[in-house]
């Protein structure tokens, strides 16, 4: 069965200081991986998906099939990033599990 | 291009009432999800649909219905409310295709006293 583990709830930041969010995930094929961001109370959005390798507002993440991790990184936050970050997979029929979410507030 | 909506935004029943939750879209999309938000549990998986007229059990479907009619349509039901079903709502839509991800709608908060 597919798992997507985020081991934190809740991570506060300063403003310009490094940002790490973990997932973890468990799945017996090839996965693919998201990052999803939700702002307060909107809708969530994609933020970045393993198979494009980019970064998006500054983020990156890097698949680690050894690991089975798909860490979320940002070498300097800001307050703009304050938002629930939810990692996800998705199997190959159309199945999505989605992890726990981590709240991240960045304080000036 | 709307993507996905939702109706209502809010609604307040009591319990044992019903109601039925709309998710539209308009990318011609295969897929539909209906999942619940609550606090420190993600979202959950309740139903979803691969096609039109097909539907299938999620992580938490008891106590919901749903029904794919047509394409663009995913309807979510609550035959008898109850307060444990007090969350908030999202549907999702999804291509079908490798590595393209969901389409979220803005969400249904519903409170059941």
């Known amino acids: 069965a597919q798992r997507v583990t985020q081991p934190e709830k809740l991570l506060s930041v300063f403003k310009g200081a490094p940002v790490e969010l973990k997932c973890n995930y468990s799945y017996s094929g090839s996965p693919e991986l998201f990052w999803y961001v939700q702002y307060s109370r909107q809708r969530l959005q994609l933020l970045l998906r393993?198979?494009s390798r980019e970064s998006i507002k500054g983020f990156t993440a890097d698949l680690n099939k050894g690991e089975t991790s798909f860490h979320l990184k940002k070498p300097f936050a800001q307050e703009e990033d304050s938002a629930m970050y939810y990692c996800?997979?998705?199997?190959?029929?159309?199945?999505?599990?989605f992890g726990a979410g981590t709240q991240v507030v960045v304080t000036p | 291009n709307a993507g996905v909506t939702q109706t209502p935004k809010f609604r307040v029943l009591k319990t044992g009432q019903s109601m039925t939750l709309l998710c539209a879209q308009d990318?011609?999309?295969?897929?539909m999800y209906w999942y619940r938000q609550d606090p420190g549990m993600g979202l959950r998986l309740i139903h979803y649909?691969?096609?039109?007229?097909?539907?299938a059990k999620g992580e938490v479907p008891d106590g919901y219905n749903v029904s794919r009619l047509k394409k663009q349509n995913f309807l979510l039901g609550l035959e008898s409310a109850a307060p444990s079903q007090t969350s908030v709502y999202f549907c999702?839509?999804?291509?079908?295709?490798?590595?393209?991800?969901?389409?979220f709608g803005p969400g249904t908060r519903l409170t059941v006293l």
């Open positions: 990318m011609n999309h295969e897929y």
């Open positions: 393993h198979i």
């Open positions: 999702a839509s999804f291509s079908g295709r490798v590595y393209n991800e969901q389409f």
């Open positions: 649909s691969v096609g039109e007229g097909t539907t």
């Open positions: 996800a997979l998705s199997d190959s029929w159309g199945k999505f599990q």
